[in-house]
């Protein structure tokens, strides 16, 4: 079964400091795209970033930048810099096939000015 | 403004009582999903659509129905509610395969 598990339900990060979530999942499959997604309190699910399966780069986006390890199957999201808006639940998530999701349950972000 | 709209936002109803949850996007989009999001399980897949009366299961159906008609539209059915679907529910669309997905707002049912 295709699993997205992440350890932490919930993390603090100071404002300005440094914060990594962690993510691991469980698959067989070759091809397949890995995604974060915020959700502040509206609830709107945001996409934050995205890494192919097939690139050795690790994806960044501004204040946001992956790590990427293929064969551990990790991949964990660092945000640089944290602000008060950076405060959502983040989720971690595996697409494979056309249309196929999982997703992770979610870590909690809180940022403390 | 490009968007995925869902209807209603909020519904409480009662076991047993029919109801629809209406998804259209204005994008043109190929792909749709359904998602129903529950504390600690995050976001699971119900249905997914990839194309106009093309439509397939996720990880969790039992106890849903859905229509791709048209392209914009892609509803979704409870045909009999029980109070352990209770959720908050997400429509989402996407141009193509490797395209990035948009949600709507989220609608909050609740069943009594």
């Known amino acids: 079964a295709q699993t997205v598990t992440q350890s932490q339900p919930e993390m603090s990060v100071q404002e300005a400091e440094t914060v990594t979530l962690s993510c691991t999942y469980d698959?067989?499959?070759?091809?397949?795209?890995l995604f974060w997604y915020k959700q502040p309190p509206s609830r709107q699910m945001i996409l934050v970033i995205r890494?192919?399966?097939?690139?050795?780069q690790n994806a960044t986006e501004n204040r946001f930048s992956v790590n990427f390890q293929k064969a551990a199957k990790s991949f964990s999201l660092k945000i640089s810099d944290s602000q008060l808006g950076d405060a959502a639940m983040y989720f971690c998530?595996?697409?494979?096939?056309?249309?196929?999701?999982?997703f992770g349950p979610g870590t909690r972000l809180s940022v403390l000015p | 403004e490009a968007q995925v709209t869902q209807n209603p936002r909020y519904l409480i109803t009662v076991t047993g009582k029919k109801l629809t949850v209406t998804c259209s996007q204005n994008?043109?989009?190929?792909?749709m999903s359904w998602y129903r999001q529950d504390p600690g399980l995050g976001l699971r897949q119900i249905y997914y659509?990839?194309?106009?009366?093309?439509?397939d299961k996720g990880d969790v159906p039992e106890g849903y129905k859905v229509s791709r008609k048209e392209k914009r539209n892609f509803p979704l059915i409870l045909e009999s509610p029980s109070p352990n679907q209770t959720s908050l529910y997400f429509c989402?669309?996407?141009?193509?395969?490797?395209?990035?997905?948009?949600f709507g707002p989220g609608t909050r049912l609740t069943v009594t």
């Open positions: 998530a595996y697409r494979f096939g056309g249309q196929n999701f999982v």
């Open positions: 659509s990839m194309n106009v009366e093309v439509t």
């Open positions: 989402a669309s996407r141009l193509g395969r490797t395209y990035e997905q948009y």
């Open positions: 698959t067989s499959e070759s091809d397949y795209y």
């Open positions: 890494q192919e399966a097939y690139k050795q």
């Open positions: 994008m043109n989009h190929e792909y």
